[in-house]
């Protein structure tokens, strides 16, 4: 069988299960005389000048191309809007709707209807775009990525295996050990490229010996997909690792401080499920396989001395910049009774492993390529980066231990070593040489997997599926009343659907980095943890996905008498009672048990222009669950005529002034 007969037999289950309608449009892109495929889960995008549309194609003037279906409630008159850069055209069901930016109505079809769009930028300037539509039942939108579908092709299916081919590529650090001159300088180029794994200092005090030599031979037999191969084989194997594990441990005095107490264990239990840990995680004491796939801790016992796991609780990049497990901040007493949870729950496994010679683990650790992910040390003795491409389904990316000879074993799955074998036969070098934030955010919201805890396009978290796993460990708790006021464990988490045009970059990135003080949701127990190596990519990324920059538009000179009409819309007296659920600034709320609200003073931070607006006039269609009134019909009046004859869009807008004028200076 020739490689490519072979990969064409062993797609064709691939190609048979695209035929379904996927979520998002199938999006083309032309520059430089090339073309690049991927999905979007938005009709809109944004590109800054003198950046490339996407990692494959040349910075410039590019064009753009969607397809697909937007799925319509019921048969009906939509208007379709466009805010268009550069050159567009919408064509829907076969019908030219819009030619550049700007409003039509059309009849659509209940159920998929046909589009296909193309947009034009000259590459000079930033280039945006975002459409969607409106009707009599709800607000102008930006089109859903619930009602976007597209079928696949082999094309599409190519492009996505490729961007699969190079996260894994970068993520699991291939370039460390095959090298090639042509390869970007560490440290740009794709952001996930070239990052060192964790630091290997004073492992002797955190981590069991035993337990490490395990770790250094099959690292994926405790953590399934870890990122480290098991990099050692042959016949002295086992005497290897315990070399290298003596060695990393000579000389090490265990880390003193406190001891897991058990009676804490119940507290770290509730935590474990009200800060969203069992979103990625399994419970130390679980048994057989997760239909969630999430990450293990059966070992943690077997593996951390008590303060070290502590420590690490309390900061888990503190070793490792590009840790994906994320900053929770927590409070030592909760690091303390997390740990007493961890650690008295987990099994006491007993793991065996042979007497080590810490002399020969220092010969050992840089001819076996330890140092070359973990201190960026340059390969030597392994094979360059040319050689792999041609190699094809040999050495690390062989199917089984026989034919992978001297190379390390990666925890990869065939579909896997398809994309890497793809990734490797395309041209390594340019596809690790740029990025774009748009799609490092689609690649992060999975690796990093926001989905643990946040609703994401309409599929629901995981936390939200293990409820009752949660209702089962806070049961280890002696029950509370409830406290008026106090923080629940069980009110909802934002979905993560809109917040690319919802929050401004500058306060995402702050807050996704974990860097922000306020807690918006103070009802809430669980909080938003900080990835703060991954932040500025992620906002500057879901931004773009809704057409949005980092910065966004100057608002209007303030003025004071609009800003006292504001200041009034949102109070009792001859207002909509705005502030019954939502505290302003260090004002409370005066009735909060009905349905607490963020509190609006953070709004000028937080939010931008169009999305304050979309949401005020229509709470429920972005969140069907809310309990935060409707005040608009369908015309866009209130009932307070009193004001801008009763005009919401210019009384929402008087609000939004007023609260402005509270900004933090
Ligand atoms: C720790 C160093 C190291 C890392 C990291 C590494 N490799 Fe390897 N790779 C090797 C060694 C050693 C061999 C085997 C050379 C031999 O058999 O003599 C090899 C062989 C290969 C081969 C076969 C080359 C041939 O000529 O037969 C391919 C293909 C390959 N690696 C791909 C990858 C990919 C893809 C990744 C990332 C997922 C990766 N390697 C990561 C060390 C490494
Ligand atoms: C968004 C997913 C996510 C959440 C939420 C999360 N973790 Fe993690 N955790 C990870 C990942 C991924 C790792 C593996 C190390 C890494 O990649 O940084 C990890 C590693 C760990 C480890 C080390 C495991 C080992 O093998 O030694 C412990 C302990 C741990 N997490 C505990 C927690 C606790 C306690 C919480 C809740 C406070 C939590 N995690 C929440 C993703 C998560
Ligand atoms: C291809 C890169 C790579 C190679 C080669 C590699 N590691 Fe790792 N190692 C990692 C990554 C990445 C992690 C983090 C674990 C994860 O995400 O699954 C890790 C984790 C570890 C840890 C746990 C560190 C901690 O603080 O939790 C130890 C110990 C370790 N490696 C030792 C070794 C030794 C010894 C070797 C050589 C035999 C080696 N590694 C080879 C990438 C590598
Ligand atoms: C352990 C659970 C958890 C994980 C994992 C998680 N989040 Fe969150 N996130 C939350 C909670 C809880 C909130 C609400 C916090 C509040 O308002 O007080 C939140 C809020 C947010 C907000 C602000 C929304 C708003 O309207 O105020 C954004 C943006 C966000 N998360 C993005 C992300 C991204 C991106 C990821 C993945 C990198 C992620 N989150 C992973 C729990 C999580
Ligand atoms: C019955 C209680 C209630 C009333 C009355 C109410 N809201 Fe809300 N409001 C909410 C809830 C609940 C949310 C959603 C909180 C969340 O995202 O978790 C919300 C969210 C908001 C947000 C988004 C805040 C952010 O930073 O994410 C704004 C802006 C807002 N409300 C403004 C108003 C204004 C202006 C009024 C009066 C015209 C008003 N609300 C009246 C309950 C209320």
């Known amino acids: 069988m020739t490689l490519r007969s072979l990969l064409t037999f062993l797609l064709a289950p691939l190609a048979a299960a695209a035929a379904e309608p996927a979520q998002g449009l199938h999006a083309i892109f032309e520059a430089g005389g090339?073309?690049?495929?991927?999905?979007?889960?938005?009709?809109?995008?944004?590109?800054?000048?003198?950046?490339?549309?996407?990692?494959?194609?040349?910075?410039?003037?590019?064009?753009?191309?969607?397809?697909?279906?937007?799925?319509?409630?019921?048969?009906?008159?939509?208007?379709?809007?466009?805010?268009?850069?550069?050159?567009?055209?919408?064509?829907?069901?076969?019908?030219?709707?819009?030619?550049?930016?700007?409003?039509?109505?059309?009849q659509l079809n209940k159920g998929p209807n046909a589009i296909v769009a193309e947009f034009e930028s000259d590459g000079k300037a930033d280039a945006h775009l975002r459409a969607g539509w409106a009707s009599r039942d709800f607000p102008r939108e930006a089109f859903p990525p619930t009602s976007l579908a597209h079928a696949s092709d082999e094309v599409l299916t190519q492009a996505l295996r490729l961007r699969e081919g190079r996260a894994l590529f970068a993520n699991l650090n291939c370039a460390a050990c095959h090298q090639d001159a042509k390869l970007p300088a560490k440290g740009t180029g794709m952001p996930e490229y070239g990052q060192n794994a964790p630091l290997l200092a004073d492992l002797g005090a955190k981590f069991d010996r035993v337990w490490l030599t395990r770790w250094i031979l099959d690292p994926a037999s405790f953590r399934p997909h870890s990122l480290m191969p098991a990099a050692l084989n042959g016949p002295d194997a086992e005497q290897q690792a315990a070399d290298l594990a003596a060695m990393l441990t000579q000389g090490a005095t265990p880390a003193s401080g406190p001891v897991a107490d058990p009676a804490l264990a119940p507290a770290g239990a509730s935590l474990f499920a009200n800060l969203g840990c069992v979103g990625c995680h399994r419970q130390p004491d679980a048994q057989g396989d997760d239909a969630l796939g999430r990450i293990p801790l059966a070992h943690v016992r077997a593996k951390w001395r008590d303060a070290a796991l502590m420590d690490y609780l309390l900061d888990p990049a503190k070793n490792w910049p590009a840790a994906r497990m994320p900053h929770f901040r927590l409070t030592e007493e909760e690091a303390s009774q997390l740990t007493a949870y961890l650690l008295t729950k987990a099994p006491?496994?007993?793991?065996?492993?042979?007497?080590?010679?810490?002399?020969?683990?220092?010969?050992?650790?840089?001819?076996?390529?330890?140092?070359?992910?973990?201190?960026?040390?340059?390969?030597?003795?392994?094979?360059?980066l040319a050689k792999t491409v041609t190699a094809g389904a040999k050495g690390c990316l062989a199917p089984d231990a026989a034919a992978r000879g001297k190379a390390p074993a990666y925890d990869l799955s065939a579909g896997?070593?398809?994309?890497?074998?793809?990734?490797?036969?395309?041209?390594?070098?340019?596809?690790?040489?740029?990025?774009?934030?748009?799609?490092?955010?689609?690649?992060?919201?999975?690796?990093?997997?926001?989905?643990?805890?946040?609703?994401?396009?309409?599929?629901?978290?995981?936390?939200?599926?293990?409820?009752?796993?949660?209702?089962?460990?806070?049961?280890?708790?002696?029950p509370k009343e409830h406290v008026e006021g106090e923080p629940v464990p069980d009110a909802p988490v934002p979905a993560l659907t809109w917040q690319g045009e919802?929050?401004?970059?500058?306060?995402?990135?702050?807050?996704?980095?974990?860097?922000?003080?306020?807690?918006?949701?103070?009802?809430?127990?669980?909080?938003?943890?900080?990835?703060?190596?991954?932040?500025?990519?992620?906002?500057?990324?879901?931004?773009?996905?809704?057409?949005?920059?980092?910065?966004?538009?100057?608002?209007p000179k303030p003025d004071p008498a609009r800003i006292a009409v504001g200041e009034k819309l949102l109070g009792m007296d001859g207002g909509f009672n705005c502030i019954t659920c939502h505290d302003v600034g260090d004002k409370e709320a005066t009735a909060v048990f009905e349905a607490p609200g963020i509190n609006l003073a953070l709004s000028a931070e937080r939010l931008r222009k169009g999305h304050f607006h979309r949401w005020l006039l229509n709470p429920n269609r972005l969140d069907p669950e809310t309990k935060m009134p409707k005040f608009a019909d369908g015309d866009g009046l209130t009932q307070l005529t009193e004001h801008f004859n009763g005009k919401a869009e210019d009384q929402f807008e008087a609000i939004r002034e007023y609260l402005n004028s509270l900004k933090k200076k």
């Open 348 to 384: 006491a496994t007993k793991l065996t492993a042979k007497e080590g010679d810490a002399a020969r683990g220092a010969g050992l650790i840089v001819a076996a390529g330890c140092l070359n992910c973990h201190a960026g040390m340059p390969a030597t003795t392994q094979p360059p």
């Open 34 to 106: 090339r073309t690049d495929h991927r999905v979007d889960r938005m009709l809109a995008l944004q590109v800054p000048a003198g950046q490339p549309a996407t990692p494959w194609l040349p910075a410039g003037p590019f064009k753009a191309h969607w397809e697909g279906t937007v799925e319509a409630p019921v048969r009906g008159i939509f208007t379709l809007w466009a805010e268009s850069s550069g050159k567009f055209r919408l064509t829907v069901n076969g019908q030219a709707v819009l030619e550049g930016a700007g409003t039509k109505s059309v």
């Open 416 to 478: 896997e070593r398809d994309a890497l074998l793809a990734f490797l036969q395309s041209d390594v070098a340019a596809g690790l040489a740029a990025d774009v934030a748009a799609e490092f955010a689609t690649r992060n919201l999975k690796a990093l997997n926001c989905a643990a805890c946040h609703a994401v396009d309409g599929r629901g978290s995981v936390w939200k599926k293990v409820d009752e796993e949660c209702r089962q460990l806070r049961s280890l708790l002696p």
């Open 502 to 555: 919802k929050l401004k970059t500058g306060w995402m990135t702050e807050f996704i980095a974990g860097r922000v003080e306020d807690k918006p949701r103070w009802w809430l127990i669980g909080v938003m943890p900080g990835f703060s190596q991954h932040a500025a990519g992620m906002a500057l990324g879901l931004g773009q996905q809704h057409g949005f920059g980092p910065k966004d538009p100057e608002d």
